[in-house]
């Protein structure tokens, strides 16, 4: 559901004034708004993997906001004027009256990072909990609070289009992030109850006159107003009392999280990178005009993989017991993608989709086709890379998931250079031939790593705890993260 945010916005900025400035400007703020968000991003598969009791809940948490406000200062750095005209008017070489335009949509941008990294990170603790379902409603109230903002700024501001883009996607996904943390409350609290239960049956087990027999509580304020809404009692977090094989620490985060922000940040640089090549590619203005709006049609089908990835992690099986019938589902699911996209793109449908729904004149639209119909193989692929993802976090194996990344935008970079400048192909056209071969290339490299991780798996004893050595970035034993 939340892919549809992206054609729908594009369709509203395409019927303001100036519409091929306006895309433009809006698809240069969001792909650097997406590249600072990026050491964010994998919080929701972290906190899947990761959050197991009240100790390894609250350390993520911590390292959560830390990243939360990293963000937030990296999109601040962009922000200041003077490293602002440097990136646009000299590293992406954009015309003055774009970069402006782009500016003002950045600063609308702001509240963006903190508020993904913030309802990812709760999103992840909802999985982990099996409330699914709950995930699905608050993009329900992203995408109503999204269309809200952007009808309202659309019909009763001056605003320039990027800037409505900007603002009712922001506000969204703060509304989103709200939800998303009133609905865990009862996830929370379950992670908050130690191994003898509520405060209730705590008190009754203990005698509160008794030095020797208390009944531990958090010193922690956010756990405080947790304990007040739903009666726990929370152990010690230094102690470790009330976790399940040992505390998590926050070097052991740092391990498992830095290759997967690293993979985040390589995979989002893709789109500003292909931004910059465009600018120096032919048709450099409708090109820009159009990237949003190709890559948005393409992420309704690609999100349904990036979603996939999470579940795996969730039901793949300490063993793999679940893999060949998650393996076959994502089969169907990747062709099921690429067929409809397909159908789409090379079909009368095309017209129809990019000039009366997105809103494009008929000369934009002329590029908008060719490049749709590049990128058609590309949902199969995701879902595959999703797979693979998915089955080397689930064994904390995550380095090889950087290297995969870096094979990929290396192959973006090749392919660009030798079509778009090389042979002279229109930017956009080429930025998704980039796409394409790069997303294979992932998938090839990731291939061999998932199997060896799979043998490694299936080798191990049945209760995690043979000691059986594997390649991950997790020091610990699998018993003592199970």
């Known amino acids: 559901m939340m892919a549809v945010e992206g054609p729908y916005l594009a369709a509203v900025v395409a019927r303001l004034p100036e519409p091929t400035l306006g895309l433009a400007a809006y698809g240069v703020a ?50 200041v004027p003077s490293v602002h005209r440097g990136l646009m008017l000299g590293v992406l070489g954009l015309p003055e009256d774009l970069a402006n335009l782009t500016y003002g949509a950045l600063w609308c941008f702001l509240p963006w990072p903190a508020a993904i990294g913030y309802r990812r990170f709760w999103q992840g603790v909802l999985i982990r909990s099996g409330r699914t379902r709950l995930v699905a409603g608050g993009t329900i109230v992203r995408l109503v609070s999204m269309s809200v903002a952007a009808l309202a700024l659309a019909l009763a501001t001056d605003l320039p289009g990027a800037a409505v883009g900007a603002s009712a996607l922001s506000f969204g996904v703060v509304m989103e992030a709200a939800v998303a943390r009133w609905m865990a409350r009862d996830a929370i609290g379950a992670l908050l109850v130690p191994a003898g239960g509520r405060a209730g049956d705590a008190a009754d087990a203990a005698d509160p006159a008794d030095p020797a027999d208390p009944v531990t509580v958090s010193a922690d304020p956010h756990d405080i107003a947790e304990i007040g809404r739903v009666g726990v009692s929370t152990a010690d977090p230094e102690s470790g009392a009330g976790t399940e094989g040992g505390e998590l620490r926050f070097g052991e985060i740092g391990r498992f999280y830095v290759p997967l922000m690293l993979t985040s940040l390589i995979g989002i640089a893709i789109q500003p990178m292909l931004t910059f090549f465009m600018g120096r590619a032919a048709s450099p203005v409708e090109s820009l005009a159009v990237f949003p709006v190709v890559h948005s049609l393409g992420f309704i089908f690609r999100s349904v993989g990036l979603s996939f990835q999470d579940a795996v992690i969730a039901l793949l099986g300490r063993k793999d017991e ?5 393996r076959r589902f994502a089969l169907g699911l990747g062709a099921t993608l690429s067929g409809i996209l397909a159908l789409l793109a090379f079909t009368p449908l095309s017209h129809l989709w990019f000039v009366h729904v997105s809103g494009l004149t008929p000369e934009l639209a002329s590029f908008a086709i060719p490049a749709a119909r590049v990128l058609t193989p590309v949902p199969f692929l995701g879902v595959l890379l999703s797979l693979q993802r998915g089955t080397l976090i689930r064994h904390r194996t995550t380095g090889p998931i950087i290297i995969g990344t870096a094979a990929e935008i290396s192959a973006v970079a090749i392919v660009f250079v030798a079509v778009g400048w090389g042979l002279g192909w229109v930017g956009a056209t080429a930025a998704f031939t980039g796409f394409l071969v790069g997303r294979l290339m992932a998938n090839i490299y990731l291939t061999p790593k998932v199997r060896a991780a799979r043998r490694t798996a299936v080798g191990a004893g049945t209760d995690g705890k043979s000691g059986t050595p594997r390649e991950s970035t997790d020091s610990r034993h699998r018993g003592s993260s199970e």
């Open 30 to 79: 969001i792909a650097l708004a997406v590249l600072v968000e990026a050491p964010v991003i994998m919080l929701l598969s972290a906190s899947t993997a990761l959050v197991e009791d009240a100790v390894s809940y609250r350390r993520l948490r911590t390292f959560a906001h830390g990243l939360n406000a990293f963000s937030t200062l990296m999109l601040l750095a962009v922000l």
């Open 322 to 326: 679940g893999y060949e019938a998650i």
